[in-house]
């Protein structure tokens, strides 16, 4: 195998289909925690927020651990009126401040991954 890249790669079938997509470790591991979506848990009442109540997955989380905005906004060191655009149905978040946000909530990250 040739030197590492931090390149993304792309390994192809002999017809050119696409059939995995190489990517480097740093980012594997910031955009997975390392391990494999199968391993992240979401429990069934948040589930059923999000599908049954139309609500953004953070919200659903907050709600179901009983936090109120300003709770959250607080541990996080921000206004509620900017956490509260950040939990926004729809909002998109760096993985930096999604981080943020599940430690305010006490979750992993990957569990309020959209």
């Known amino acids: 195998m ?3 890249t ?3 790669q792309i390994i192809r079938s002999t017809g050119g289909t696409p059939l995995f997509a190489v990517i480097p470790w740093a980012e594997y591991e910031e955009v997975f925690d390392g391990r494999p979506d199968e391993a ?3 429990p069934q009442e948040v589930v059923e927020l999000v599908h049954l109540e139309d609500m953004g997955l953070i919200r659903a989380w907050r709600e179901h651990l009983g936090l109120s905005q ?3 906004a607080k541990r996080m060191g921000v206004s509620q009126p900017a956490y509260a655009k950040m939990e926004a ?3 998109s978040s ?4 999604l981080k943020k946000i599940a430690a305010a909530l006490g979750v992993e990250w990957g569990q309020i991954r959209p």
């Open 70 to 72: 300003r709770e959250v």
């Open 6 to 8: 931090n390149e993304h």
């Open 2 to 4: 040739s030197a590492p």
């Open 89 to 91: 149905k729809g909002a």
């Open 94 to 97: 760096r993985v930096a401040t």
């Open 40 to 42: 992240v848990f979401i």
